[in-house]
């Protein structure tokens, strides 16, 4: 892996660690305020802070073992994934305070 592709992988971590914190905190809100969470996958689990944060730490271990078997492929692929991944969840985040901007 080439230093600079090494590179953006740790920033693009980062940013997808802050982006799954402020998921978890908008979604939280929107919840306390009554409103429900719209991801199928995280709806039995959305009224629970902390059993939340253990899906979405799941799903950022499996996004981890995914960028490490894409490089395989491409020497791009694990930024390929992680940008993908930033995008979907910062939909997430956008939406989300989206309706706590239009709530106030």
């Given amino acids: 892996m080439q230093p600079e592709t090494g590179d953006r992988i740790v920033i693009l971590l980062l940013i997808l660690g802050a982006l799954?914190?402020?998921d978890i905190m908008t979604s939280s809100w929107i919840i306390q305020l009554g409103g429900t969470e719209l991801n199928i996958l995280m709806a039995p689990v959305a009224g629970e802070p902390l059993s939340f944060l253990v899906v979405k730490s799941i799903y950022l271990v499996g996004l981890i073992l995914l960028v490490r078997v894409s490089g395989r492929f491409h020497p791009y692929g694990p930024v390929a994934v992680l940008l993908t991944a930033c995008g979907v969840t910062?939909?997430?985040?956008?939406w989300n305070?989206?309706?706590?901007?239009l709530h106030t």
């Avoid at 910062?90 to 956008?94: E, S």
């Avoid at 305070?97 to 901007?101: A, C, G, K, R």
């Fill in 20 to 22: 799954a914190v402020m």
């Fill in 90 to 94: 910062m939909q997430g985040v956008v």
């Fill in 97 to 101: 305070s989206l309706l706590l901007w």
